[in-house]
């Protein structure tokens, strides 16, 4: 069963989730979920035609999705990806730093940047599931 609308589905919850965060000051949620975004709306589009990928690293995803998909990712979407691969772990672990806590060191630049390149992502792979 191919549940590719369904992880795409998922990408979009967690960019709206992310936006309300923005507005509360949660700056370092909004980054992870900003990844997580991206990473499950790549995984969708891995489902959607049928490919096998694992792990969160999205540089690794893209580079799947180009080889076994044949997709061409623009220059936007890899840094965006590039950008965003920062946050899976940072924003979760203090020992990511050498000292304070990810509820405090993440900026609310930081946070916009990710919302909208998570946004990117999630453009660019639903124009290709639907």
């Known amino acids: 069963m191919n549940r590719s609308k369904d992880r795409l589905n998922q990408a979009e919850s ?3 989730d992310a936006k309300e965060l923005h ?28 490919i096998i990928c694992w ?14 998909g044949n997709i061409q990712f623009p220059n936007k ?7 965003l691969n920062k946050y ?4 979760r672990y203090p020992n990511a730093f050498s000292s304070g806590t990810p509820a405090n060191l993440f900026s609310e630049f930081e946070s ?15 124009s290709k599931i639907y």
Not at 77 to 83: D, P, R, S
Not at 112 to 126: G, L, P, S
């Open 55 to 68: 792990g969160h690293e999205l540089l690794n995803i893209l580079t799947i999705l180009e080889n076994k």
């Open 112 to 126: 916009e940047q990710a919302i909208n390149f998570a946004e990117e992502v999630f453009k660019f792979v639903k």
């Open 77 to 83: 979407i890899k840094t965006a990806c590039y950008v």
């Open 23 to 50: 507005k509360k000051g949660s700056y370092y949620l909004v980054c992870f979920l900003s990844q997580q975004t991206a990473e499950f709306s790549l995984k969708a589009l891995c489902e959607y035609l049928n």
């Open 14 to 16: 967690f960019l709206l």
């Open 88 to 91: 899976y772990i940072s924003t």
